[in-house]
């Protein structure tokens, strides 16, 4: 599903051509899920839970991007990248979007603001991120 969106951020030099592994993907694939998975467990903080629910969202479209034969040194482009690598509707890229900048803030100014409606929006945009990946890796 090569776009004119993505074909011009590889012209700008944002994303670079890169034949697609099959190997990667698949494993970036398994870690998305896996961490998916483990970010269901209401055991775990609400932080941890975001960290891998956030995790698994890049992991997964990572995989998606690398699908198609690109890369990109800025997760937040990874992201930005799903309407034209998965067709994720923009309204869904948005809770990413969210989710990039709190993760961000937590990371670099030790300011955590995570709350349980961005927490279950993030997750529900990850495992519908994960069901269109495993349908563009099984069906290309």
């Given at each position: 599903m090569?776009?004119?969106a993505l074909d011009n951020l590889l012209r700008v030099g944002?994303?670079?051509s890169e034949p697609a592994d099959?190997?990667?993907v698949a494993g970036l694939?398994?870690?998305g899920s896996v961490r998916l998975?483990?970010?269901g467990l209401e055991s775990l903080s609400m932080e941890s839970r975001f960290d891998l629910a956030y995790n698994a969202a890049h992991a997964?479209?990572?995989a998606a991007l690398r699908h198609h034969g690109f890369r990109s040194e800025s997760r937040y482009l990874v992201f930005q990248t799903l309407p034209h690598t998965l067709g994720l509707p923009n309204e869904m890229w948005r809770v990413l979007d969210t989710?990039?900048?709190k993760r961000n803030l937590a990371?670099?100014?030790g300011i955590v603001d995570v709350d349980r409606s961005l927490l279950d929006a993030l997750l529900r945009v990850t495992q519908e991120v994960e069901r269109r990946v495993r349908d563009l890796v099984v069906d290309p």
């Open positions: 090569t776009s004119k944002k994303l670079k099959p190997e990667e694939v398994h870690s998975r483990d970010a997964l479209s990572l989710a990039h900048r990371e670099y100014e």
